[in-house]
């Protein structure tokens, strides 16, 4: 399902995605620093940014584009293919209302049932300063409400290791693609010498094609 039921469809401008799918690995929560309505001008304006969830002061949520796209809003595509945005109204120093972390919590617990994922801190919840040199969400995101306080993987050094995690994952899946697509290759290869062996051995051959090989 690409869509959250109790969102309302507000959706974004085409050309502001990657090309890619995203995996949908996990997600890094934003602070709008600002109104939803200036956001929704910037969302469908030029500047280069998009996300996927608004979550409003009153507890509404926006969707703008599905849980496939590949939005602009985690400053780096590596981020931006594997992890859903969500954008939460109001600026640094707003704590957000009761009604916007309730809703905001009930998303990202759907986002979790839904894509497959722990609901853990640090290795699938993200905040944008852990993927991007930025003050975002300016410590607006009261995680103790979303998941356990220790859960996750640890910060070292004031880097996140959960993307380094998500990073050996995708290099381990990208292994086995190779792998696969080299066993694929040599059946195909052994597959064409065989029927090549056969037409010779009608032609008059003597079955070895290739000597030596």
């Not at 859903?84 to 707003?94: D, F, L, S, Y």
């Not at 050094?157 to 380094?164: F, I, R, S, T």
């Not at 066993?183 to 009608?202: D, F, N, P, Q, S």
Request: charged share 20%; hydrophobic share 40%.
């Amino acid at each position: 399902m690409s869509f959250y039921p109790p969102a309302v469809q507000r959706p974004g401008p085409d050309w502001k995605v990657w090309p890619e799918q995203n995996s949908c690995e996990g997600a890094i929560l934003h602070s709008l620093e600002g109104s939803s309505v200036a956001a929704l001008n910037q969302l469908t304006g030029t500047v280069s940014v998009s996300w996927h969830f608004t979550m409003l002061k009153d507890g509404s949520v926006w969707q703008h584009y599905p849980l496939t796209a590949s939005c602009w809003h985690a400053g780096g595509k590596a981020a931006n293919t594997r992890l859903i945005g969500v954008e939460h109204e109001g600026k640094a120093g707003e704590p957000l209302t009761e009604a916007q972390t309730q809703a905001s919590v009930a998303l990202v617990r759907w986002l979790s049932a839904t894509c497959g994922w722990p609901m853990e801190r640090h290795t699938r919840l993200l905040e944008h300063n852990e993927v991007f040199a930025t003050a975002c969400p300016s410590g607006r995101i009261p995680w103790s409400k979303y998941v356990p306080e220790n859960s996750g993987a640890d910060i070292r050094d004031g880097q996140d290791v959960g993307l380094n995690r998500l990073d050996g994952e995708s290099a381990g899946r990208a292994l086995r693609d190779a792998e696969n697509a080299l066993t694929a290759a040599l059946v195909g290869i052994a597959a064409a010498r065989a029927v090549l062996v056969e037409m010779h051995k009608r032609n008059g051959g003597d079955g070895d094609l290739i000597r030596g090989a």
